[in-house]
Nanobody
Framework: QVQLVESGGGLVQAGGSLRLSCVAS????????MAWYRQAPGHQRELVAR???????NYADSAKARFIISRDNAKNMLYLQMNSLKPEDTAVYYC?????????????WGQGTQVTVSS
């Protein structure tokens, strides 16, 4: 059973930085697509950034030029470096993994990590 666990959230002042991490356990296979989503109170969950197994990444407009998504396939780790944080980045950030693990297609979510940016 693949499980995702995020870490690295916290409280930071506007203009600061945070680095989120997500570890995928329960598999030694690199998962095809991993992504970060976020959900602010009263809003729908939205994509922040996505990276494929070969490192190709795409970003939401709100994340471009400020956030960097990366992964370490050997460790089954996903990262999100967030710079120049703004109060509107305040949300629960979720790790997501989509792809085949052996004969099973998975679409897994972590439990989320809170990011709060104060003005």
């Amino acid at each position: 059973q693949v499980q995702l666990v995020e870490s690295g959230g916290g409280l930071v002042q506007a203009g600061g930085s945070l680095r989120l991490s997500c570890v995928a356990s329960g598999t030694s296979t690199s998962i095809n697509t991993m992504a970060w989503y976020r959900q602010a109170p009263g809003h729908q969950r939205e994509l922040v950034a996505r990276v494929s197994i070969d490192g190709r990444a795409n970003y939401a407009d709100s994340a471009k030029a400020r956030f960097i998504i990366s992964r370490d396939n050997a460790k089954n780790m996903l990262y999100l470096q967030m710079n120049s944080l703004k109060p509107e980045d305040t949300a629960v950030y979720y790790c997501n993994a989509v792809g085949w693990v052996g004969p099973t297609f998975i679409n897994r979510w972590g439990q989320g990590t809170q990011v709060t940016v104060s003005s």
